[in-house]
């Protein structure tokens, strides 16, 4: 999942885009607002945090430009403790959520899941896809529930590919979704993560096509079980 965090203090920053990346997301970083607006105008994001004190242009009109143009991005909103009238404020304009500063790291991670869950479509945080089972809060997947050692990178293709089953995702929609600005990520890159992936979920009989030239899908479990029994295998 791909977040836009626009906080102008630079420590604070830094550590929450540090410990957001261990956490498999990809961060793309702004410190004020006129930044913050354009970057909502031109890319794709999953979840904006937005800290209200941005120089420039103010959080709350920052938040109140990308629900004119009638975007849906869930937001996450920082505030400072005693900021009661800009919490309420950025709540009305459309926030989803808010955390007042100093806060624990463990619970913006918490409320990030959870904001990126209800973007993606909300309801049960485990998807099942035949015998793979996903956990969106613990970001951890399962075959037959035995768990799957996969990489951030894996995880996060395997978070878009389920949010689209049975729907083609170009090469160039992942890279959208899993990587950050100024990130050089070849095809051959995508490629690779799509491979390994493959390797570690196929022997469930679940499956990732290939569309040559137009990207990659991953195969409803009916068509997927077909698909492998007409193969002569039997999926485990």
Known sequence: MRILLAEDDSVLADGLTRSLRQSGYAI????NGQEADTALSTQEFDLLILDLGLPKL??????????????????LILTAADSIEQRVNGLDLGADDYMAKPFALSELEARVRA????????????????PLSYDQVGRSAYINDQMLDLSAR????????LARTGRLVSKEQLVDHLCEWGEE??????????????????????RIATVRGLGYCLEKFNDAARATAEAGETPK
Do not use: F, M, Q, W
Not at 59 to 74: D, H, I, Q
Not at 154 to 161: F, V
């Open 28 to 31: 793309d970083c702004v410190r």
């Open 185 to 206: 990520v070849s095809n051959n890159a995508i490629e690779v993560y799509v491979h390994r992936l493959r390797k570690k979920i196929e022997l469930g009989g679940v």
């Open 154 to 161: 894996e995880l996060g293709l395997l978070e878009i590919l």
């Open 115 to 130: 904001l990126t869950r209800r973007g993606a479509g909300g309801g049960a945080t485990v998807i099942k896809h035949g």
């Open 58 to 75: 103010s959080g709350l009109e920052v938040l109140r430009r990308l629900r004119a143009r009638a975007s849906l991005l869930p937001v």
